[in-house]
């Protein structure tokens, strides 16, 4: 089937590009399009040209596969195609519906004329892959938008309505009914009135003081993009069009498009995006598997998670049957939850409206039997098996054959959980993380049983809800946390090595984490760990991990909530503050067990740590735990704020090179007993080739 269509009618060419699902321009599109505009331009029977796509995109973009492959360079490239359409000597109407994006509009651009439906969506994101529009975006949107709205929405890459922007130069109309129909009207009445062509190049960028708007942008977008090159550059691109005559304009804008296009910020952005769709594909569960009706959802525990986890379905629009032990714990619950919508309102990103009917779809009860017509029911009470069970062994009783049965567990075995029922196969790990209703990241854990159907659903649903799915096999602490265990045994190693929690934390968070790990765990509470670590201890006695954390817990040192933690914090401000108390307890911890301190640099702090969690994760993929290294980097990004510039653990290690990393780690290891078993680098890791992807 040809991708681009051409038929005549009436004098009018029209080309329609179908390459679904958004007609991407791959290399037969842009091929397609200029063979198009040839023959429209060679027949003396045409008198004008309407470009067009379907309902659902004039075109998307660039075609992502075709991303790091040489065919994204093949001729025609998209500049051509656009240069081509620009010089036709023939009137041509770009018809716009559905989503018109990145090289999509770029291409609209190079019309003399554009139609658009008023719900037709447009925008250049190029950013958020970190890169800038490259196929002229940056010098044709300011001539028609005007340099402040077009850098806005270049620097920002948000997306707009067309009838947003129906005022001005970008559109000649904005229609409500067919935009090929209209479109075509209007092609015959330019060539009735001879209207001569308006080509967007031969235009000037009107805006009063330029140098001074983009003088103030420019420190504006430094402040906000300390990691990523590519808004500082769209503003550098945007610079051109009002500074530069158009060629030379769009070849500055080649050269810093070039610049990003090899950056390793772009690079980790980019597989970021192809990570978060692979996550949703599991291969032995086929795409076209049925899935189970979710119109009602059951949450037990109306806890710090119960509460979130419901929060996700009303703002989705799902009923939820929230049930607690006690009345008193659950008004507390409903309480917690209006709260945090009332605090959005106040913040004005929720209407009263939209608050009352959120509220209005959350059923409370006390009873079991009121939970027969749900279709999910996501347990999140008390972390004990015992607690768990009881609550299974109720559910399993009362709802209806073919509801799925989730626990929120964050360490317990889910076929142990599951194995309390009957119907171990509707049984799956919906993993949510605190708070609930803002995290992007669902780690969905998949039980030796759990049907595939149930997963195919779980995955769907989070999409729903507006997560970031991932699927994790069976073990303690699923993907994440388990390497959270990691990276925290790492940075304890330092620690006690004679690194300070606040050169641990700085370190990271230079390397770019949002917080580091002492930061954090005072701001998490510090006495949440200590009672795991309690537990496990009356398991395992010979654990000692995060011995210093213990002792500093059994002062009331429990974080910020407490006003110590690892810092002092003095009323009312979150900003840590070191404490001379904190280093004694360190010091003596050190003295006791004989260690010898050295420094650290930041270098060696932020390797220790990060290729911590990369050998868990490497541990993780042999054991099959992940299906995919990718899926690791999207819970470590979404769910652990790992720096997004960096593309997630195992995407950063391939750019360090897997041979540096294992060389590093054989160095950490040699240094003691304790030492080389932790640093023992995972098979994977050891053995892949030079240059070969982990997968
Ligand atoms: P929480 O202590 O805040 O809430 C638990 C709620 O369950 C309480 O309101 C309690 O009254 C209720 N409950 C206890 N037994 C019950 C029963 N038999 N029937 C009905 N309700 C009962 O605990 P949280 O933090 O919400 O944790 C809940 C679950 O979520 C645990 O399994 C935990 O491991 C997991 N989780 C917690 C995260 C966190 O950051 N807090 C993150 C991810 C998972």
Redesign the pocket.
């Known amino acids: 089937m040809s991708l681009v269509l051409y038929d005549v009618v009436d004098g009018i060419a029209r080309i329609t590009l179908q390459n679904p699902p958004v007609n991407g321009l791959g290399f037969a599109v842009r091929k397609g399009i200029v063979e198009a505009l040839d023959q429209a331009q060679g027949d003396a029977a045409v008198a004008a040209i309407v470009l067009t796509g379907n309902e659902r995109a004039f075109s998307g973009g660039a075609d992502i596969t075709e991303f790091g492959t040489p065919k994204s360079g093949w001729q025609p490239t998209l500049r051509t195609v656009i240069e081509v359409l620009e010089q036709v000597s023939k009137p041509v109407v770009a018809a716009i519906d559905g989503v018109c994006l990145g090289g999509g509009l770029e291409l609209a651009l190079g019309a003399h004329f554009r139609v658009a439906a008023a719900q037709a969506k447009v925008g250049l994101p190029e950013v958020n892959l970190g890169l800038l529009p490259g196929g002229g975006g940056t010098q044709r949107l300011p001539r028609v938008l005007g340099l402040e709205t077009a850098l806005d929405m270049i620097v920002t890459g948000s997306i707009v309505k067309a009838s947003t922007l129906a005022d001005t130069p970008l559109f000649d109309r904005v229609v409500e009914t067919s935009v090929v129909e209209a479109a075509t009207e209007f092609a015959k009445e330019l060539v009735r009135q001879s209207t001569p062509l308006k080509r967007i190049r031969d235009l000037n960028v009107t805006q009063p003081d330029a140098q001074a708007f983009l003088q103030v942008a420019r420190k504006n977008i430094a402040a906000a993009s300390k990691h990523q090159p590519a808004p500082r550059l769209c503003l550098e691109a945007v610079a051109g069009s009002a500074s530069l005559p158009f060629d030379q304009g769009l070849a500055n804008e080649r050269k810093l498009f070039l610049q990003l296009m090899n950056s390793p910020e772009s690079l980790a952005l980019r597989h970021v995006f192809a990570a978060e769709r692979a996550a949703t594909k599991i291969p032995d569960v086929p795409a076209d598997t049925p899935l189970r009706d979710i119109h009602k959802v059951g949450v ?9 986890i419901s929060m996700n379905f009303l703002n989705a629009g799902i009923p939820v049957m929230l ?4 009345q008193a ?2 008004d ?2 409903v309480g917690t939850i209006r709260r945090n919508y009332e605090n959005s309102m106040k913040r004005g990103r929720l209407t009263q409206e939209q608050l009352d009917e959120r509220m209005a779809l959350l059923s409370t009860t006390l009873r079991y039997e009121d939970l027969v017509d749900v279709d999910l029911v996501i ?6 098996l015992g ?2 069970e ?2 299974f062994k ?1 559910l399993d009783a009362v709802v209806k054959p073919g509801a799925i049965l989730a ?6 075995n889910v076929d142990a959980i599951a194995a309390l029922t009957k119907r171990p196969e509707d049984v799956i790990g919906l ?6 209703n803002v995290m992007k990241l669902l780690e969905i854990v998949r039980g030796a049983k759990t049907a595939k159907d149930v997963l195919a659903t779980s995955i769907a649903l989070a999409k729903k809800i507006n997560k970031k799915p991932v699927v994790s096999g069976v073990c303690d602490g699923f993907i994440g946390n388990r390497m959270l265990n990691s990276y925290r045994a790492a940075s304890e190693e330092l620690l006690l090595g004679g690194a300070s929690p606040e050169s641990i934390d700085k370190a990271l968070e230079a390397f770019g984490f949002a917080m580091g790990p002492y930061r954090m765990g005072d701001l ?1 509470g510090l006495d ?1 760990g200590w009672a795991i670590r309690k537990r496990r201890q009356t398991e395992n006695p010979d654990a000692d991990f995060s011995a210093v954390a213990d002792r500093l817990c059994e002062t009331g040192r429990y974080g910020q909530k407490a006003g110590a933690g690892w810092y002092r914090y003095e009323t009312g401000n979150r900003t840590p503050i070191v404490d001379p108390a904190v280093d004694k307890i360190i010091e003596d911890y050190r003295a006791e067990k004989g260690i010898t301190t050295r420094t650290y640099t930041d270098r060696e702090i932020v390797e220790r740590c990060v290729y911590a969690l990369v050998n868990e994760g490497a541990k993780i993929l042999e054991e099959g735990i992940a299906l995919r290294a990718s899926d690791i980097d999207v819970v470590y990004l979404s769910g652990y704020g790992f720096p997004l510039h960096r593309g997630g653990p195992m995407h950063y290690a391939q750019q360090i090179g897997l041979f540096n990393v294992v060389r590093s780690m054989r160095g950490f290891a040699a240094q003691s007993d304790k030492a080389a078993e932790f640093w023992q680098p995972a098979r994977l890791l050891q053995c892949a080739e030079p240059g070969q992807a982990l997968k």
């Open positions: 037990i525990g109306a806890g710090t998670m119960g509460g979130g049930l607690e032990a006690e714990a659950l507390r619950g347990e999140a009470v008390f972390e004990e607690v768990k009881k609550v109720a626990s929120n567990t964050s360490t317990l993993h949510f993380f605190s708070p609930a998490a949440i």
